[in-house]
């Protein structure tokens, strides 16, 4: 079928258009909203700035098809193969990618706000910029692997309230991206980039951030408890009431971060550097410091009952009205 077949058959009224081969087509521009292309091979095709909201493209192929530009909002591309496919600036509001291959796609600006992407490959995309508001990437363990987005590039992108439960994010690059309220509970992140991200208020609770940077990231009143973060780089962070309690932050490098008022029962931060940190009023009940570096760090008003202390480095430190392991009040 070509391009005028489909198009005539569809300003007839038809929209069922099951299986076609439909490869390197050119339907720039074109309205096509509501047509349903499951199957169909659209590989190659051209589809710059084409409406196809509400399409059903379902197990369709569309290897590198491009669809920059195109609306795609609400449309089914369940299981649909989108590698290498190009959709700089596409609008995929609310769509149905479960399971959609999307390796290597160019979602650069792309719009994908409250998309579901359940079980999706997204290894090796570019989603620059991209928008991901309320999107759907998390693990169901009777329904959906986690979202797999391996080498997956999210530099600035906006993640704001996204669920990306149990999500596989190791060494992605989330620099500068706006992950406040963000759901990443039990989500793989080693070696993940996040330099400079926002993280306010978000769960990550059970998270694995081993090996991560984070400097100058901003994780205010984040959920962090049980979380692995063993030689994260959080120089400069921002952890103002963070909740950390049972945290394990073996040799993390925390050089002047904001600590102020954070919840760190139990944590475990041997060997860490928190040289020049913030810590006034922090909860340490029960931490492990052991050659810890807090030289320099402002504990004051801390609470530091029964943690252990006795090869922490405490040169220059401010301890004025600290709760001292042995329950005293330093003064």
């Known amino acids: 079928m070509d391009a005028n077949e489909l198009l005539k058959r569809y300003a007839d009224g038809e ?17 096509l909203i509501g047509i349903a292309l499951n199957q169909a091979d659209l590989s190659k095709a051209i589809l710059t700035f084409t409406y196809l909201s509400r399409a059903t493209l379902n197990k369709a192929n569309l290897i590198s098809t491009n669809l920059s530009g195109a ?15 190009d959709l700089h600036g596409a609008s995929l509001q609310g769509a149905d990618l479960r399971n959609a291959n999307l390796t290597l796609a160019d979602m650069l600006d792309a719009n994908l706000m409250s998309a579901d992407l359940r079980g999706a490959d997204l290894s090796g995309a570019n989603l620059t910029g991209a928008c991901l508001r309320g999107a759907n990437l ?67 609770s059970d998270i694995n951030l081993e090996g991560a940077d984070l400097r100058g990231a901003n994780l205010m009143n984040s959920r962090l408890e049980r979380s ?4 994260t780089e959080l120089t400069d962070a921002n952890l103002y009431g963070a909740i950390m309690a049972n945290a394990k932050l073996v040799r993390a490098k925390m050089i002047r971060a904001n600590l102020n008022l954070a919840r760190l029962s139990r944590v475990d931060l041997s060997r860490a550097n928190l040289r020049g940190a913030n810590l006034i009023e922090a909860d340490l009940v029960d ?12 504990l004051n008003k ?30």
């Open 15 to 31: 929209i069922k258009f099951i299986g076609v081969k439909l490869n390197g087509v050119n339907l720039f521009g074109e309205d």
């Open 71 to 85: 609306n795609l909002n609400q449309a089914s591309l369940i299981s649909a193969n989108l590698h290498d496919a």
């Open 138 to 204: 998390r693990e169901e363990k009777r329904g959906y692997p986690p979202a797999i987005l391996r080498g997956t590039n999210l530099h600035k992108a906006d993640l704001r309230g996204a669920d990306l439960t149990g999500a596989n994010l190791a060494k992605v690059n989330l620099s500068g991206a706006n992950l406040s309220e963000i759901s990443l509970r039990g989500a793989d992140l080693r070696g993940a980039n996040l330099s400079e991200a926002i993280l306010y208020n978000a769960s990550l």
């Open 228 to 231: 692995n973060m063993t030689d």
């Open 287 to 298: 931490a492990y410091l052991a050659r810890t570096n807090l030289s320099g760090a402002n």
């Open 302 to 331: 801390a609470n530091l009952m029964r943690a252990e202390m006795s090869t922490t480095n405490l040169m220059g430190a401010d301890l004025r009205e600290a709760v001292m392991p042995d329950g005293t009040t330093n003064y």
